[in-house]
């Protein structure tokens, strides 16, 4: 009875921590499309804040882009320069994606050099085809995108155009800029001065803006958004986009590194690794016992987890630092906080195992409240790494391993008692 009530209660706390990171998940949410400065009249300039080369921006703004785009906007500034922009206009009408192979192989060694962000101009080119990219930074890449746009002009005799004319403009930028060490003062007042220009040069439209989170700040006037506020006035606002990404469903998996499913793996494999050379002397007539629907569902369950947690980046911590925009914390990374806590006990369990006599009863005993704490903390640490990702692939499997390991568990463990 007593260990019954020790169950129930941890359970209990495992339960109220689930429900505490909604709700906090939930306020965060509701509460998170925050402007610093809000149009009285209705902005017709919507600049959104990013951060570069993470997919849920990249999702996020595909969403918010065919929002505007289904309303007959067409004009959509982007962080990058005129002839970048150029560029991708030109590729939005090529039948092949060798243009902007090109530009991505340019862009190697930034933040931006991504799947996830080739990613986001293929999803716009098949889903909002007439969309018009504006490029309003300094000539970022000038030896390699810069040089190779100009010659393509050439050959097409454009050398005496306006694009001619603004391409070389924005190389002569990133010459200046690179050349005086890259400082933010010239950068920001470039940015604007380019913004302006193809601001002016559209007619005064109603765009959307995405530019890292950094140059979006209206309060600030030193920043690109700020300088534009104090010419256009009320006609702009501001969003933070890192205030959403709790709530983006994501459109497809992110594929990667997933250091966090990494370690937890090895949490799990070192001590069964180890637990071949320390079985209990019965086990494997238990073994032979073994409910054979169970079996099957605790290989599949084995068999998903590891596939899924090294190859997928969705189960990494979310919170990070954005260097000038501040430090961004998700309450989502709690529930892999208490997960790697969960494997932390699952460890302490393995090492009291191995220091003990080896028993089938040592071995299907719990912890801290946990029963059968060799299947059911591992089982619950994956099912909230699963729920840290929101992924619908990790749940399931969960689901499957904690139907088939735990039951298997709990047959040996009441054939022991008996």
Request: charged share 20%; with cysteine.
């Amino acid at each position: 009875m007593k260990n019954n009530l020790k169950s129930i209660i941890v359970f209990g706390i495992l339960i109220s921590i689930v429900i505490v990171i909604e709700i906090l998940n939930a306020i965060d949410t509701r509460n998170s499309v925050v402007n610093d400065y809000s149009p009285e009249n209705g902005g017709i300039i919507h600049l959104y804040g990013e951060v570069h080369g993470i997919a849920d921006f990249y999702n996020k703004e595909i969403e918010i882009w065919k929002e505007y785009y289904e309303n007959g906007n067409r004009d959509l500034f982007v962080e990058l320069p005129y002839y970048t922009a150029e560029f991708i206009n030109l590729w939005m009408k090529a039948d092949d994606d060798v243009i902007l192979n090109q530009i991505y192989n340019d862009i190697d060694g930034t933040a931006s050099h991504t799947e996830d962000y080739l990613y986001f101009f293929k999803t716009i080119k098949n889903e909002c085809p007439e969309t018009v990219f504006h490029g309003t930074d300094v000539g970022h890449q000038y030896k390699t995108t810069g040089a190779r746009y100009l010659d393509y002009l050439e050959v097409e005799g454009l050398k005496d155009s306006e694009q001619y004319e603004l391409a070389s403009i924005c190389i002569e930028q990133g010459k200046h800029y690179y050349g005086m060490e890259a400082t933010d003062p010239y950068r920001e007042e470039m940015m604007v001065e380019n913004f302006i220009a193809a601001y002016e040069r559209i007619g005064r439209k109603e765009i959307m803006g995405i530019y890292g989170s950094y140059h979006i700040d209206l309060n600030n006037p030193d920043l690109m958004a700020g300088q534009i506020k104090s010419k256009y006035g009320d006609v702009i606002e501001n969003i933070y986009m890192i205030n959403m990404i709790d709530k983006i469903s994501a459109k497809h998996f992110s594929f990667g590194v997933g250091y966090v499913g990494i370690i937890f793996l090895l949490m799990l494999f070192i001590p069964n690794i180890i637990w071949t050379r320390f079985q209990p002397s019965s086990y494997t007539e238990y073994a032979k016992k073994e409910n054979k629907i169970l079996g099957v569902l605790e290989k599949m369950g084995e068999v998903g987890a590891t596939i899924l947690l090294p190859f997928f980046t969705d189960f990494n911590f979310r919170s990070k630092s954005l260097g000038n925009s501040g430090y961004y914390f998700s309450y989502l990374d709690l529930y892999i906080v208490v997960a790697l806590g969960l494997m932390i006990l699952y460890e302490i369990y393995w090492v009291r195992y191995f220091k003990g006599e080896h028993t089938m009863k040592d071995f299907y005993r719990g912890i801290a409240g946990v029963p059968l704490a060799g299947a059911t903390l591992p089982v619950l640490a994956l099912l909230l790494l699963g729920v840290s990702a929101r992924n619908e692939l990790l749940i399931p499997v969960a689901v499957i391993l904690g139907i088939g390991h735990i039951g298997i568990h709990y047959m040996h463990y009441k054939e022991i008692q008996e």
